[in-house]
């Protein structure tokens, strides 16, 4: 009965459009087109355009052009493509076409860093020359808010400037531009002229996440991981961005622009003939209803041998997302809670049910309102909508409903509902049921949490901090990053102590989002710190925002103007740790692929909490560790003289043909300096006496190359291993 109410509404829609093709956004797109159409008369008016994925099975040219599309990227039988809004229902009902997809915009998401990650001994820190530092390596990041004149974007010298490109797809001077949304820029002139990008007034954040990833800290200790990496930028459009968008472009930009965004950057990494990290600090919810289906394919070609995509978790690990409705239950349910007048979530089901909705004024007082799965089928394009009063409030109910794309027995139930009051808000109170005896449905929510209000209905108490990892992360050739926390406060620039404890000792930050994904799979893959990460902050911000300045920690002057530096949080911050380290593997490894790093993480990253499987969706496979990387990565990790542990008490410089140990106090106890090669040949053995600060020993004799050494002692400090490179 369910199924053949199902395929009459599939036939209802086909009249005009084939939804069963579409992802939800371009749903929405092709709804938004019926409406301009109604309103606006055709003469002198622009056609807007989406921005989308599609999947057409032969002579795709010739249909898109047909259907006068703009062909952006082509992967495989995948397209990104510029359709017209007034086309996507005719393009849709071509039975070539299989596949029209396009998400939503996303939401944007180095002090003592190096140091907790391991980051130090790998590249030339304080008095501890290193072998690896990024260069040669193309750090490619896609954010928001670029303060492009920051000086922590030149080298350590401040000769160099080491931005090569930078896609502004907000731009308005697009005059010239062959980009499908703004413009680029290519020389360092332009690119500084330009200064910022068009949204730097109101954002700082991809100034603050490329500061981590590869700044070079300017006359401050806040450096960045790949500090001498060359970096290629795209700016793209996020949801908080809506005021740079002119409503007939506001389908332009989705999660296929953003693919385009991350295709200019391995292109330029490409032609420059260098291995490329591109660190992506946003995301949206998952793809519960499978709208990422063809992203996650296009992302799987991009990416390979030395083509690196890294993306965030997402920060909603602290909140209740989801619950799980087992079929021996005839209803389970929850509370919604958003201190907003709108929520959304989604239900993914394998039979026909019904949602009950109730609104509280108190235990007692309470209107019900039941939807079943019938009444949204038999409504126009399986969309019900409804505006019902409850408790003398006005709610207005929109529900679509479509096959899941990832098992087609089953549907997926989209929900918002609108009210005048917010939920969870002054004593007004919603809660929502899954009804349906032998049902088995998941819930997920899309904005806002759920969970118990026992002295309302103490039945409806699920809830769960689970399935909340973000889209992209959560595709399978991208590496997903979680948070991990440390420091709980800082000292701002007044003096000001900033108490910010969200966990301690490498412990899972409480943000940090987890899995699984929709379909299972394990997310995130390791854990980076997040928390109370120091790096710069776009001064065109804070010019046009001066007060907001509580977490600025100090500023710096470069050519006569203020550059702040600040404190901030998130898998945001911790994204481009992984991409910065594993910048600086790519330098030792230019050839390395997606699941070679996957393998470095898993058998190298450090395990606070021992009682654990790894991996896990909390911690993925542990907090990545740079430096254990490298030894796996140079072969040197099966060398049991080795640790994987660093000397605390020891400086390393390298001197000609002498390298001079300085001792943060006097030698005590004797010391055996050990040095290996590359492929773990014992090389050079020196035994040195006690009683001094400082002790050289000759390496002269050697070839250039790249070597550990390796310090014995029983003195607390002095063990431990580092790399150095011998120069010519």
């Known amino acids: 009965m369910f199924v053949i109410g199902m395929m009459g509404a599939v036939m209802m829609m086909a009249q005009q459009a084939d939804y069963r093709k579409m992802s939800s956004w371009v749903r929405r797109a092709v709804k938004t087109q019926h409406t301009t159409r109604r309103q606006a008369p055709a003469l002198h008016r622009q056609i807007p355009s989406i921005c989308a994925f599609v999947r057409i099975s032969d002579d795709a040219d010739r249909i898109l052009e047909e259907h006068h599309c703009r062909k952006l990227a082509q992967f495989g039988d995948i397209y990104i493509a510029s359709i017209p809004l007034n086309r996507l229902s005719d393009l849709s009902l071509n039975r070539q076409v299989q596949r029209i997809e396009a998400g939503e915009r996303h939401t944007a998401l180095m002090d003592t860093t190096y140091i907790i990650n391991k980051v130090e001994p790998v590249y030339q820190g304080t008095g501890l020359p290193q072998a690896y530092t990024g260069k040669g390596v193309i750090v490619g990041v896609e954010d928001i808010g670029f303060d492009l004149t920051h000086p922590n974007f030149y080298d350590a010298s401040m000769e160099n400037y080491r931005i090569k490109r930078f896609w502004d797809q907000l731009s308005v001077d697009t005059l010239d531009s062959e980009l499908y949304v703004g413009a680029d820029y290519t020389t360092q002139e332009e690119i500084l002229r330009y200064a910022h990008s068009r949204d730097g007034l109101t954002q700082g954040h991809g100034t603050h996440t490329l500061g981590i990833a590869a700044g070079s800290g300017f006359d401050t200790p806040f450096r960045g991981i790949a500090y001498e990496s060359d970096i290629c930028l795209v700016s793209n459009a996020v949801t908080d961005d809506k005021e740079y968008i002119d409503s007939v472009n506001y389908y332009k930009y989705t999660s296929a622009t953003d693919a385009l965004g991350f295709k200019y950057i391995l292109d330029y990494a490409e032609s420059q003939g260098k291995p490329c990290v591109v660190s992506f600090s946003e995301g949206s919810h998952q793809?519960?209803?499978?709208?990422?289906?063809?992203?996650?394919?296009?992302?799987?070609?991009?990416?390979?041998?030395?083509?690196?995509?890294?993306?965030?978790?997402?920060?909603?690990?602290?909140?209740?997302?989801?619950?799980?409705?087992?079929?021996?239950?005839?209803?389970?349910g929850t509370f919604l809670n958003r201190y907003d007048k709108t929520y959304f979530f989604r239900v993914i089901a394998d039979k026909p049910m019904s949602l009950r909705f109730i609104s509280y004024k108190s235990a007692t007082r309470a209107d019900t309102l039941m939807i079943s799965s019938d009444q949204i089928f038999s409504a126009p394009d399986s969309l019900l909508k409804d505006t019902t009063d409850l408790l003398n409030k006005q709610h207005i109910f929109e529900i679509?409903?479509?096959?899941?794309?990832?098992?087609?027995?089953?549907?997926?139930?989209?929900?918002?509902?609108?009210?005048?009051?917010?939920?969870?808000?002054?004593?007004?109170?919603?809660?929502?049921?899954?009804?349906?005896?032998?049902?088995?449905?998941?819930?997920?929510?899309?904005?806002?949490?759920?969970?118990?209000?026992?002295?309302?209905?103490?039945a409806l108490t699920e809830g769960e901090r689970t399935h909340c990892v973000y889209s992209p992360g959560t595709a399978p050739a991208v590496i997903c990053v979680g948070a991990s926390a440390y420091r709980t406060g800082i000292i701002n620039h007044k003096g000001n102590y900033i108490n910010s404890n969200r966990g301690q000792n490498g412990e899972v930050a409480d943000y940090s989002s987890v899995g699984p994904t929709v379909d299972g799979r394990i997310k995130p893959d390791v854990l980076a710190n997040g928390t109370n990460v120091v790096s710069s902050y776009s001064s065109f911000y804070r010019e046009e925002h001066p007060t907001s300045d509580g977490w600025d920690i100090t500023y710096s002057t470069f050519q006569g103007r203020s550059y702040p530096w600040r404190i901030d949080i998130g898998t945001s911050m911790s994204t481009p740790v992984v991409s910065g380290i594993i910048a600086l593997w790519l330098q030792a490894r230019p050839d390395l692929t997606p699941e070679e790093i996957?393998?470095?993480?898993?058998?190298?990253?450090?395990?606070?909490?021992?009682?654990?499987?790894?991996?896990?969706?909390?911690?993925?496979?542990?907090?990545?560790?740079?430096?254990?990387?490298?030894?796996?990565?140079?072969?040197?990790?099966?060398?049991?003289?080795?640790?994987?542990?660093?000397?605390?008490?020891?400086?390393?410089?390298?001197?000609?043909?002498?390298?001079?140990?300085c001792f943060d106090e006097p030698l005590r106890q004797p010391l055996d300096v050990v040095l290996y090669g590359v492929g773990g040949s014992l090389v050079a053995r020196h035994h040195l006496n006690s009683g001094t600060t400082e002790q050289q020993v000759g390496i002269g004799g050697l070839p250039t190359g790249v070597y550990a050494v390796q310090l014995h002692s029983q003195q607390p400090g002095i063990s431990g291993s580092f790399l150095i490179r011998k120069p010519r």
């Not at 289906?293 to 690990?317: C, D, T």
């Open 287 to 332: 793809d519960f209803s499978g709208d990422d289906q063809l992203l996650y394919e296009v992302l799987e070609q991009m990416v390979g041998p030395g083509k690196i995509i890294v993306a965030s978790a997402g920060n909603e690990g602290g909140l209740n997302s989801y619950f799980h409705k087992s079929p021996e239950q005839v209803s389970e």
């Open 400 to 458: 679509g409903a479509y096959p899941f794309s990832f098992d087609e027995n089953r549907t997926v139930y989209e929900v918002g509902i609108k009210s005048k009051e917010r939920f969870g808000y002054a004593g007004y109170f919603f809660s929502v049921e899954i009804v349906g005896e032998g049902v088995e449905a998941d819930f997920y929510t899309g904005t806002g949490s759920i969970g118990a209000k026992k002295e309302y209905n103490a």
């Open 598 to 661: 996957k393998d470095v993480i898993a058998q190298t990253s450090i395990r606070h909490d021992p009682t654990l499987d790894y991996p896990n969706n909390t911690y993925g496979w542990g907090e990545i560790d740079a430096y254990r990387g490298l030894l796996y990565l140079l072969g040197l990790s099966g060398i049991k003289e080795i640790t994987s542990e660093q000397p605390r008490k020891v400086q390393v410089v390298l001197q000609d043909d002498c390298m001079r140990l």
